[in-house]
């Protein structure tokens, strides 16, 4: 049963969060007896249990295995082929979520069922009261985010296939949703729903721009999309401004139902506003843009855990000094946690070493985990493959920092490469344009996510040396860009939707080093701990002093000169 609660009573919501933090035990069961009590006749289930009581808890933890997506992706599949739901599920599954994570370059899918989305939309409403607990006033005005849908695909089942904020803002519970005071929007919900990212990002930033006085916060859902927003900003900010002087919309906006909502927004010429914008934006330097155009703002709210900590510092330096908050941690597979504290900067390793299995409440405070989830809608017993690491509890719920996502090396949006990706795609290009006929041997290379500039993209120090001798290389131009592209056309699905779709990502890029460089870099890792005895070259980079090792001795640079492929095939996220 889904709790409920009205949203615009903080007191109550609180409450409900302190109920269920403080029963978090007998909740935790009382959940996982109803999956199942639900699902126990699903055929997955079946065969591990072999009709055993449905109340059986033990039985399941000792019977189902732990398992990760490829285990179960036959059984999705199947659904998205048009067999019955009750292969996972006693509810009818309405729809597949994608994932940005991947199986053999394709995006994950995951199960959804009508039930599912109510309670997603309950987690949404908890946000609230946690806010008014921290910031006053939110009632007093509005939020300018910067929302997003995604295109969605049609499996042979007749099942959508999308991501699940796609999803959500698609939804009824989004588009009907009852008023809330402490959660009013500058962007109208035409443009949110708009296909076209580039007319739903204009429209939404023009909304934004003429309600400025009466906005309180500003966000986006990831740190990497709040900051092309501002590029963008930064790119169209005088054309905006002509459209809030004259009080029209730029003609390359054809998308009606943005064009009729965003002039019921401007209502008219506002020769002064325009006048005000246009000389903030002016200024040489952007330091403290977003609280220069939004004064009243509080917050900024975006995602800036795990990968998108790296976006950091550039937030602050548009912010000045607006305090950076991440609600809530959520993925397709379910949504898991309300944050309870701002925003703190931290830096974790990754000490996890063991395979036992906890339940939620019994967690250690400072020891890493990786998530296990057992759902309603058909995961059971389903490796997230999420690490975090346990900070405290709050009454009886532990309380978890993201540190990162498990083999992940390189991420700059929804992208995420593991090290096994990227030896598939650097070997690929070293087959195809390094031996023949440059006769180039690649001695050792590394990465790293360079988010200096909107977009971020990749970088890939190689060490490159001819076969037949020691003297520094001859590159050339052409041959090290045809690597670049081989390399990106080798990167699976979503990161190639990413640059070649939603332009999220910049072209891949190949530093050359001339040689010792990475004999140096291994100095440098043993000088900081390392053991030379157990050194491996990284295949990722994140010091300072490892980057300025590898920059200052760079060679040769050279960027990807195409596009890379892409195409939905008919899973498009």
Known sequence: MIP?????????????????????????????????????????????????????????????????????????????????????SSQPITEL?????????????????????????????????????????????KGMYLLFIKPEIKTPSGLMARPVLTSYYKSQHFRNRPFNKYNVYTSPDQTILCQDSKQSMYCQLLCGLVQRSHVLRVGAVFASAFLRAVKFLEDHYKELCADIRTGTVTSWITEPACRDSVLSVLQGPNQELADEIESECAEKSWEGILRRLWPKAKYVEVIVTGSMAQYIPTLEFYSGGLPLVSTMYASSECYFE??????????????????????????????????????????????????????????????????????????????????????????????NHLQQPSSLLLTEYTSYADTSSIPGHYVLFWELKPRHN???????????????????????????????????????????????????????????????????????????????ILDSRVIGRFFSQRVPQWEPLGLDS
């Open 4 to 88: 409920s609660y009205d949203p615009n009573d903080t007191e109550a919501g609180l409450k409900l969060l302190e109920d269920i933090t403080t029963n978090a035990e007998a909740i935790q069961e009382q959940v996982l007896h109803q999956i199942l009590s639900q699902n126990s006749g699903t055929q997955y289930l079946q065969a591990f249990l072999e009709g055993e009581s449905d109340k059986d808890q033990q039985s399941f933890k000792n019977k189902v295995p732990v398992v990760n997506y490829d285990d179960i992706k036959p059984f999705i599949q199947r659904i998205a082929d048009g067999e019955s739901s009750d292969i996972v």
């Open 97 to 141: 979520l994608t994932s940005s994570g991947t199986s053999a370059g394709k995006p994950k899918l995951m199960p959804s069922t009508a039930e599912e989305l109510e309670r997603k939309t309950f987690f949404y409403s908890m946000l609230v009261p946690v806010m008014n607990k921290y910031v006053n006033g939110l009632d007093e005005g």
């Open 338 to 431: 309300i944050h309870f504290a701002l925003h703190s900067n931290t830096d974790d390793d990754d000490p996890l070493k063991e395979d036992l299995i906890v339940d939620l409440v019994n967690v250690e405070v400072g020891r890493y985990y990786e998530i296990v989830i057992t759902t309603f809608t058909g995961l059971y017993r389903y490796r997230v493959g999420d690490i975090l690491k346990v900070t405290g509890f709050h009454n009886k719920a532990p309380q978890f920092r993201f540190v990162q996502r498990r083999n992940v090396v390189l991420s700059i949006d929804t992208d995420k490469t593991s090290e096994e990706d990227l030896l598939n795609a650097v070997t690929q290009a070293k087959l």
């Open 470 to 548: 020691n003297e520094p290389p001859e590159l050339e131009d052409k041959t090290m860009e045809l690597c670049c592209s081989e390399v990106e056309n080798c990167l699976d699905y979503v990161y190639r939707r990413c640059r070649n779709k939603d332009k999220s990502i910049g072209p891949l890029e190949i530093r050359v080093v001339s040689l010792g460089t990475f004999d140096l870099l291994m100095d440098f890792c043993v000088s900081q701990g390392s053991s030379v005895n157990q050194y491996k070259t990284p295949r990722c980079v994140k010091s300072g002093g490892a980057l300025e």
